[in-house]
T-cell receptor
Framework: KNEVEQSPQNLTAQEGEFITINCSYSVGISALHWLQQHPGGGIVSLFMLSSGKKKHGRLIATINIQEKHSSLHITASHPRDSAVYICAAHSGGGADGLTFGKGTHLIIQP | DVKVTQSSRYLVKRTGEKVFLECVQDMDHENMFWYRQDPGLGLRLIYFSYDVKMKEKGDIPEGYSVSREKKERFSLILESASTNQTSMYLC??????????????FGPGTRLTVL
């Protein structure tokens, strides 16, 4: 079973700062997901990537397959980015192959 | 947009009660999932279903059962609720594209408290 580790667990930053959240996994994967969970519970999928880099607005996700590592970056952070960010690695061929990290709790202060 | 709805946002039950959590998706997805989320443990898969009347155990199925009689609906059942089942329960669905890497769409979650 894949092991997925995220760092940091908690991060508090000032508005405008560049944010990096890291995710490492132990076993080769077919895809890595980044998810966002706002207070209240709802989870939204941000990215699914298997190589290289993806960008959506101020969010950038990168993955290094050889190093089994992915990063989520937020540029020009804003208080509305405050949320829990979760990475999940898909290492199996079936629908149940997702292993989730424990999440990074991000707070952006105005 | 895909919409996944769950029957309750908050639920309080007593130990020993039978509890039903309902999940409905409106995008004709084959796959549906039930997770629980606990502080410090992250999301853990309880059961999933890849077709009507089909179910597979996830990582923590003990104490739970599921039912999928219609494609759009996936129910989680706690036969006899216990205090250690107090948790946030999240339902998700995804479209089967044959490689198992599909984006999962989550419902808003049900925060269950068992007294």
């Amino acid at each position: 079973k894949n092991e997925v580790e995220q760092s940091p667990q908690n991060l508090t930053a000032q508005e405008g700062e560049f944010i990096t959240i890291n995710c490492s996994y132990s076993v080769g994967i077919s895809a890595l997901h980044w998810l966002q969970q706002h207070p209240g519970g709802g989870i939204v999928s941000l990215f699914m990537l298997s190589s290289g880099k993806k960008k959506h607005g101020r969010l950038i996700a990168t993955i290094n397959i050889q190093e089994k590592h992915s990063s989520l970056h937020i540029t020009a952070s804003h208080p509305r980015d405050s949320a829990v960010y979760i990475c999940a690695a898909h290492s199996g061929g079936g629908a149940d192959g997702l292993t989730f990290g424990k999440g990074t709790h991000l707070i952006i202060q105005p | 947009d895909v919409k996944v709805t769950q029957s309750s946002r908050y639920l309080v039950k007593r130990t020993g009660e039978k509890v039903f959590l309902e999940c409905v998706q409106d995008m004709d997805h084959e796959n549906m999932f039930w997770y629980r989320q606990d502080p410090g443990l992250g999301l853990r898969l309880i059961y999933f279903s890849y077709d009507v009347k089909m179910k597979e155990k996830g990582d923590i199925p003990e104490g739970y059962s599921v039912s999928r009689e219609k494609k759009e609906r996936f129910s989680l059942i706690l036969e006899s609720a216990s205090t250690n089942q107090t948790s946030m329960y999240l339902c998700a669905s995804s479209l089967w594209q044959g490689v198992g890497t599909d984006t999962q769409y989550f419902g808003p979650g049900t925060r269950l408290t068992v007294l």
